[in-house]
């Protein structure tokens, strides 16, 4: 009896390249996306013929290729040109001007950075770039606490694209007027992949990521059918590895359904607690169920919000409720900043909650 043929000896892998299934790695293919790296490479073409190139705006939900589709563009231009400069910042990890100077002179190659305030690094970003192109892509952008450096580069870089990268489509609307006004962008938004799409990504990650014939076809599926009730690629790509180790911790040769059921159950059970979160909670203050206004019957307020030293440059941490049911009307936002903007500093906005008790009979807000 061959009891042990299919069996995985200790010095054996399913993983061909296990860092394939890293979240920031970037494929030689990157399917269905072909329009939207085009209209990202559209607008960085005047550079190469030392003409201002246009800016690009780009937003969509997590998990749905933006990142990796504009990585892709940028390799892609590095590949071609030694003539434009491409930059890549993840603004969670980046998010104030002297961060981001530091990580473009980084970039650049330049090391002497010790004891120069921001000025002095813009100055040599500046230095570095003259009669050359760049393409600056800052990714996360909602995540900044300061848009100085934006300001800076659209004003005093002559040859370059800037790319802005979000979640959320209704950030720009928030943008100070002055930066707005001189990034003139082109608006492009990212749809979530469909089911067969997700699919096909899934199968060619496959490819990178594994050697052959380790997936049945049934299993790859049920981690696409997860993956596009999430409508996060990234899903996928946690179940492919997962899968994997828990079909090698059996000793498997094959990734069966078992082990992708095994990690979904894994997946759904874990809860991440995000850093800022919990960074934030000494900054909030409760706003406990009071009367909107003297007079006022059965009219009441309730909610939370940072204190005036913890701020945000938009109002993309604002969030508005009537009777517990969430509105975007806008005469909250106008409220808030007739009560609260002069307490804050100049261009800055509170973290905020706000739920509005009214009689059921009274409420006709539509958000």
Known sequence: MALFKDMLHSDETLFKNEEALNYDFVPRMLPHREMQQKQVAACIKPLFNDRAGKNCFVSGAPGIGKTAALKWVLRDLEDDTDDIKPFYINCWQKNTTYKVMLALCDQLGYKFTQNKNTEDLFKVVKDLLIAKGAVFVFDEVDKLDDFDFLYSILE??????????????????????????RLMCEVLHFDPYNAQEGLEILQERVKYAFFPQVWGEEALEKVAEKTYAKKDIRTGIYLLKESGRMAEDESSRKISEEHVEKAVVKLDEFTVKKKDDLELKEFLIEIDKQPLAAGVDGVYLEGLMTVPTKTFPTRQKQFFAVNGRPTSHAVFRTAVKQVFGP????????????NLIVPTATSNFRG
């Open 156 to 181: 005093e870089v002559q040859l370059k694209t800037v790319v802005l990268i979000t979640n959320f489509k209704e950030w720009l609307m928030d943008l100070d007027e002055r930066i707005k006004s």
């Open 343 to 354: 307490l804050m500093p100049a261009g800055r906005h509170p973290l905020l909650y706000l």
